[in-house]
């Protein structure tokens, strides 16, 4: 592999080096074309992601555990990862309605947004890829838990149109169109988790 100083040449390497450089870091890509893996290794490299360590892993097992953990009554129950739900629907006619200040809550309460980082969500890059329809694909898993749901659509990177497309999702309450949770595919999503 070419290290060149904290220049990496990642073009140089071959695919099966390049998932594994990702891997390390905890980013999962069933990616084949190799332009593709080396773009993602250059935004790791360029996030200074770090290898994952074995207290990382288990803080991120942890993590993904709680936020597919949800309560009913005096009961807590993990639902399943969401990569590995198989029964996904492009019906939406019973996804309930999410209100914009159901985001609002989800955002202030779980993500930790500020009031600053609120009030100019329009520069918020999420926001700027919906508004310049990169969203598609958007389907549904209702058999999860009667009570719960996933949400699910790819996220066309702005700046990379042949690229693969992330992966984003929601849990959501059924009855109330609560947002219980989410997550993305993307290299930032995944850097947000580490650090």
């Known amino acids: 592999m070419d290290e ?4 990496i040449h990642f073009f140089s390497w071959h695919v099966p080096e390049l998932k594994k450089y990702l891997q390390e870091r905890g980013i999962q890509c069933s990616l084949g074309r190799k332009l593709d ?11 200074d992601l770090e290898v994952l360590t074995t207290d990382t892993e288990s803080e991120y097992k942890a993590f993904d555990l709680k936020r597919r ?11 399943d990862q969401v990569d590995k739900v198989d029964h996904w629907t492009d019906n939406l006619s019973r996804v309930p309605d999410i209100e914009s200040f159901d985001v609002l809550v989800y955002l202030m309460h779980s993500c930790g947004w500020s009031a600053d980082r609120l009030s ?12 310049a329809c990169h969203i598609d694909e958007v389907k549904a898993a209702y058999g999860l838990h009667p009570d719960f749901m996933y949400i699910k ?8 149109q042949s690229a693969q497309p992330y992966d984003t999702w929601l849990l959501v309450r059924t009855s109330s169109g609560e947002i ?12 947000t988790l580490i650090i």
Do not use: F, W
Request: aromatic residues 6%; charged residues 20%; proline residues 2%.
């Open 4 to 7: 060149i100083g904290t220049e």
């Open 37 to 47: 893996l080396v773009r993602l290794c250059e935004l790791a490299h360029e996030l």
């Open 69 to 79: 953990c949800v309560t009913i009554g005096s009961e807590k129950i993990i639902l």
């Open 120 to 131: 100019n969500y329009k520069q918020d890059n999420g926001y700027r890829l919906h508004m």
């Open 153 to 160: 659509c790819t996220c066309m990177p702005e700046t990379r």
């Open 180 to 191: 219980i949770s989410g997550g993305c595919t993307c290299v930032a999503y995944v850097y």
